[in-house]
């Protein structure tokens, strides 16, 4: 054993000896001025086959090195490995920078069908395509004009070809196909079904525009790489809705369905957290914060997602770790673990290591089954697949059962389906092992799998004996083995189709029977044997029973089955709603109120799908008790990451907590609350020695003072609490719709009465042991809305009206809505209250304007908070809440300082919209900068900041009337005016509503909205064009919310280019094409208008307006022109 350990070592001192000496022929290579890439590329040759050869040998030594001598044994293979890698990676990209191209592909000539001269043309790249969905246009078009469209190449060349730049998921597609001309067609469509679909494109790049603040961290984020990221994106997503049709069936005779994202095949509480798709490459995210390589496989994802190595023992796990030489901590490599500087914390143990490389990993991941058991079917979906192994996106169930298998002395109850897709019956390899089945004969069978693909495979032939489970009936079946028959199917849930098969005496085997009673390898849900056509035409009886009317139950003579469609009955683990929203601020927030009502509407229709789906899932897991109250479930987001029960981190806090509340003295009041909170059934006991069982969590929380409140402290939770590399509890559950959508028509609705009027409702929040959905978690304010929403279109038929209107106030836990009269008023508040309290909700702090009969009211000087506004009582008039806006903030301005001043700025109607522009434009020129988020800024920018910031105090001035209609008769002529304009730093739009009667013309604000102009320079007269097209959208939208459809309506640009695009229906240039073809839907062409820029009103916010010059323009009140009978005249177009 010395002897041959001995010659290794000699063998491999010659081979490091070589590699060491190649490493320093390329570095003088690389030194000289004129750099020889053939020398370079033959070095890298030679380099790559000592390379191997080193690796051969080290994985032989490393066999006879004892245990001591590891260490060392490792430290040197890494040394050598780090040495080949270095030189290898400087010479290529020497060769890169010389050549241009790397790894190029020789294409014949005979590719380019005109050669107009003999310049030898660089050599032609393609890169390889792994399977991300955003990539397959670029490969594609590259491969197709290159390969797939050259004439001189063979079909099976180009195969070939296709082959050798395909990896990853890519290449397993078509990996098992021969290289023959009828498979190199059926390969490019397979590709092109999985890869190359419009809507999978699409999603990708708003998936990555929505997901890529997630993943950014602010201390290492540049505000330059977002900007590069959004309009990469942004380019992205419109050449795939562009483009991609035509590509993908430019040479081929395939056309693709548009996947309908709103399909009732949806699974239970997997409908609304992956509903967006139906199919794996939609489900998965493509967002990779890093690139690096996996260390198990090679393939691009984290080490933690390789399917690998979850399918690899620990033990082989750590021996291709130490052949990497990677660490077995965070199985980076070049380091040893005592070197470790990584701070992972294991998920399952509290170690310091991966969780892949935990010792626990696989035996939870063999009890991941029972797991799911154990929550009774909280988190369980009822997924449903056919055959093929495809996962079906509806509640389709197909005919399983229970049979008993018999052979010799042994006897088992094994799960199988009836298949008639089938001509062969087959038993899987597990149980014929198990059972000792004899084999009777060998039969090569040619399979027809999709796409017309065939495959011929060698099968064992058995005979075995089925019985029903009745014992009654037994038959003897010719089956083959097979290694997996399919995977788990689910079984019947609803307990009311349950139920009518007892009523009507069917006993189903696969419902009846304890499934642990069947032989099963991993899940008691598997399949082990299939009856195909050959056998199931001798098993049915002809009896029927109709279920539904897309569900039967089907009689055989080895016992009752169940097949069709059935909407499945939800967990019975509930908690009972009582929350508020807390909404994070980050920076999208920003843009948020900016877009309300004015973003594209493909993006409003994905959302509202989704919402859909949150809907769906609610409305079938929705109860109610004896009291009254609504019991619903929490919304968890399916396969979510394992919550852990987080009281280390609730413990700190309250340490913390304690320590602050004896500081302030208010230790009695906070634990009052919680007493109270006792008292009401809000909260109970929990003993403290009960051990915690899976799915518990303790949330933190932190007293929150207000001395002007009934109040003084009380308790907030704080659902987004998370230790290191763990999740909260806000990451594993559905956020539902985003509430901030509805404040602008709500605002709307509150304006259009005389009598406005805001009530809250009673605000049940937290518990030691919840028995009440708690503020803090991120599901919360969905649930409220949700639950709401049901009680009310409940209703009995004499509150339907006061219903309906409630329905579209409410906004969390408040209701905002306005009324015409006093009688009406008392009407609304008697008939509201009596509604909602048989479902326990008390409404309570009840303000509305002063009534005329009650002058004193109005001596009281007194404003109340309304959807970020105030409103004052007495004047009935609507400001901003500049409260904490002008706190004087020490230290330099950075980027993080001006964001955070103008989120302070909260403005859902708009009327101060001019102001805010200037810092949003500081922000993006901050961007073109490249400065971090708190890097001091220039000395220009500071300047323009802090001038803008002394004049906001004059905001306070600021008032607009509550009632855009007070002061309007009732005989007034109503007309909408939708005003548009653009600078070079901006565009806007703003909407006004114009009241005419006999003896006075009036105008006010209704909504108002700008946005900076893009980073890329676009021209002044599209930039109209793009005020234009919001101008349209928040148009549309404002008039739906206020029921103004019949009045006139009137649109005004000072662009005399984009009115021209508008009125002339012509094929303009794509961006062109696209805004005005959105606007011609939206509006009629001939409610356009022209007006002079002097006299448009959304001039002001388009250019900006510092505080003081806003207050004094009154620019709310509209122009002065349009209160003129003649303001027709004004137009030119």
């Not at 060349?157 to 290449?171: C, M």
């Not at 506004?869 to 500049?882: A, E, V």
């Not at 820029?1093 to 003081?1108: C, H, I, W």
């Amino acid at each position: 054993m010395d002897d041959k350990s001995g010659r290794l070592k000699k063998k491999r001192g010659v081979t490091r000896t070589s590699v060491t000496k190649i490493c320093k022929a390329i570095e003088t290579e690389l030194t000289k001025t004129d750099v020889n890439v053939d020398a370079l590329e033959e070095m890298l040759e030679q380099l790559a086959v000592e390379s191997n050869e080193l690796k051969n040998l080290d994985s032989q030594i490393e066999e006879f090195v004892s245990d001591d001598k590891l260490e060392k044994e490792v430290k040197e293979v890494a040394e050598y490995t780090q040495k080949i890698i270095t030189w290898k990676f400087r010479a290529t990209k020497k060769i890169r920078e010389r050549t241009k191209n790397v790894d190029s592909l020789n294409v014949p000539s005979s590719c380019y069908k005109e050669s107009s001269s003999n310049i030898k043309l660089p050599k032609l790249s393609i890169s390889k395509f792994y399977g991300q969905s955003s990539l397959w246009l670029s490969f594609w078009n590259s491969f197709e004009s290159a390969i797939h469209e050259n004439d001189s190449l063979s079909e099976v060349s180009k195969f070939n070809y296709l082959k050798a730049h395909l990896g990853g998921s890519a290449l397993s597609t078509i990996e098992g196909f021969a290289l023959t001309p009828e498979n190199y067609e059926i390969a490019i469509k397979l590709l092109k079904e999985r890869f190359g679909r419009s809507d999978v494109l699409i999603n990708n790049h708003l998936n990555n525009l929505l997901q890529y603040n997630k993943s950014m961290k602010s201390d290492k984020y540049e505000i330059n790489e977002l900007v590069d990221f959004l309009s990469i994106q942004l380019k992205a997503k419109e050449r795939s809705l562009m483009y991609a049709s035509p590509v993908s069936s430019k040479k081929e005779k395939y056309s693709y369905p548009r996947y309908d994202s709103s399909s009732e095949k949806i699974n239970n509480s997997r409908c609304f957290s992956s509903k967006r798709f139906s199919s794996s490459d939609l489900i998965s995210s493509e967002i990779k914060t890093k690139t690096n390589a996996c260390i198990f496989c090679n393939e691009f994802h984290a080490v933690g997602d390789c399917n690998y190595a979850l399918s690899l023992s620990l033990e082989q796990r750590k021996k291709i770790l130490s052949k990497k030489a990677a660490c077995f901590i965070c199985a980076k490599p070049f380091h040893l673990a005592k070197f470790c500087k990584s701070k992972i914390v294991c998920t399952l143990c509290g170690k310091r290591h991966l969780s892949i490389l935990c010792n626990q990993h696989n035996s939870v991941l063999k009890n991941n089954t029972h797991l799911n058991e154990n929550k009774d079917d909280n988190n369980l979906l009822n997924e449903n697949f056919t055959l093929a192994n495809n996962l079906c996106s509806s509640e389709v169930y197909l005919q399983t059962l229970i049979v008993s298998v018999e052979n010799n002395d042994l006897k088992h109850y094994v799960r199988s389906i009836i298949d008639l897709g089938s001509q062969r019956s087959y038993v899987s390899k597990y149980v014929a092992d198990v059972m000792k089945l004899k084999c009777v004969a060998e039969q090569t069978v040619t399979h027809g799998l999709f796409g017309g693909l065939k495959r011929r495979e060698n099968h064992k032939k058995y005979s075995i004996e089925l019985r029903n489970t009745e014992n009654n009936f037994s038959c003897n079946v010719e089956v083959m083995d097979q290694n997996k028959i399919c995977t788990s199917l689910p079984k019947l849930k609803d307990p009311k189709i349950i139920e009518e098969l007892k009523q009507s005496g069917i006993f189903a085997s696969d419902i009846c029977l304890n499934e642990n009673l069947c032989l099963y390898e991993n899940d008691p849900k598997e399949i082990h044997i299939l009856l195909g056509a050959d056998t199931a035409a001798r098993l049915f009886t002809g009896e029927i029973k109709n279920l539904s009317p897309d569900l039967i139950a089907m009689n055989t003579k080895l016992g009752w089955t169940v097949i069709g469609r059935s909407r499945i009955t939800e967990n019975d683990s509930f908690s009972t709603l009582m929350s508020l929203l807390v909404n994070d601020v980050n920076i999208s927030d920003l843009w948020r109120l900016d877009t309300l009502n004015i973003n594209d509407p493909a993006e409003n229709q994905s959302r509202k799908e989704l919402e859909e789906a949150a809907k769906e899932h609610f409305e079938r897991s929705v109860k109610r008790d004896n009291e009254g109250r609504y019991i619903v479930s929490l919304p968890w987001i399916h396969d979510h990451p394992p919550l852990p029960d987080g009281r280390k981190i609730a413990e700190r806090r309250l340490n913390i907590c304690i320590k602050a509340l004896e500081r302030a003295e208010k230790l009695v009041d906070y634990d009052d609350v919680f007493q109270d909170w006792q008292k009401e059934g809000i909260i109970e006991e929990v003993d403290p020695m009960q051990e915690i069982k899976q799915g518990q969590h303790f949330l933190p929380h932190h007293p929150v003072f207000k001395e002007n409140s009934t109040t003084k402290v009380r308790p907030v939770f704080d659902g987004s609490a998370k230790e290191r590399n763990t999740p909260s509890i806000n990451d594993c559950l559905e956020k539902g719709p985003n509430l901030v959508e509805l404040i602008p028509s709500l605002m709307n609705r509150f304006r259009v009465g005389k009598y406005g009027k805001d009530r809250g409702r009673e605000g049940n929040i937290k518990i030691l042991q919840h028995k009440r959905v708690v503020f803090g978690i991120s599901s919360s304010p969905f649930l409220l809305g949700a639950t709401l929403e049901l009680h009310l279109k409940i209703a009995p038929d004499h509150l339907k009206e006061t219903a309906q209107q409630l329905m579209r106030s409410f906004y969390v836990d408040n209701c905002v809505f306005s009324v015409n009269t006093k009688k009406e008023l008392a009407r609304f508040i008697s008939e509201s209250q009596a509604l909602l309290s048989t479902a326990k909700f008390e409404l309570r702090g009840w303000e509305h304007s002063p009534t005329e009969d009650k002058i004193e009211e109005r001596q009281e000087d007194r404003k109340v908070p309304v959807l970020g506004l105030l409103w004052n009582l007495p004047k009935d008039t609507m400001s901003l809440d500049m409260k904490g806006l002008m706190k004087e903030d020490k230290g330099p301005t950075t980027k993080r300082k001006i964001l955070s001043t103008v989120h302070r700025i909260f403005d859902p109607i708009g009327f101060s919209c001019p102001v805010t522009l200037e810092p949003k434009c500081l922000l993006q020129e901050c961007w073109k900068l490249g400065l971090s988020w708190d890097a001091e800024l220039p000395l220009l920018i500071t300047e323009r900041f802090e001038s803008w910031k002394m004049k906001l105090p004059k905001l306070n001035a600021l008032q607009i009337p509550k009632c855009v209609r007070e002061d309007f008769a009732e005989d007034s002529k109503l007309s909408i005016h939708v005003f548009c304009d653009a600078s070079q730093s901006a565009y806007a739009t703003c909407i006004f509503l114009r009241a005419e009667s006999a003896d006075n013309t009036s105008c006010q604000l209704i909504q108002a909205r700008n946005r900076v102009a893009p980073l890329k320079k676009i021209s002044i007269p599209r930039l109209e064009l793009l005020s234009c097209t919001i101008g349209a959208r928040l148009a549309k939208a404002t008039i739906s919310e206020l029921g103004l459809e019949k009045i006139p309506i009137f649109y005004w640009s000072d662009s005399m280019n984009a009115l021209y695009w508008i009125k002339r229906n012509e094929n303009w240039a794509t961006f062109v094409y696209n805004r005005v073809l959105e606007i011609r839907k939206l509006t009629n062409p001939e409610d356009w208008r022209h007006i002079s820029g002097t006299l448009n009103p959304a001039d002001l916010p388009s250019r900006g307006s510092n505080a003081e010059e806003l207050v004094k323009s009154l620019w709310w009140e509209g122009p002065n022109w349009l209160r003129l009978a003649c303001f027709r005249n004004y137009t030119r177009f």
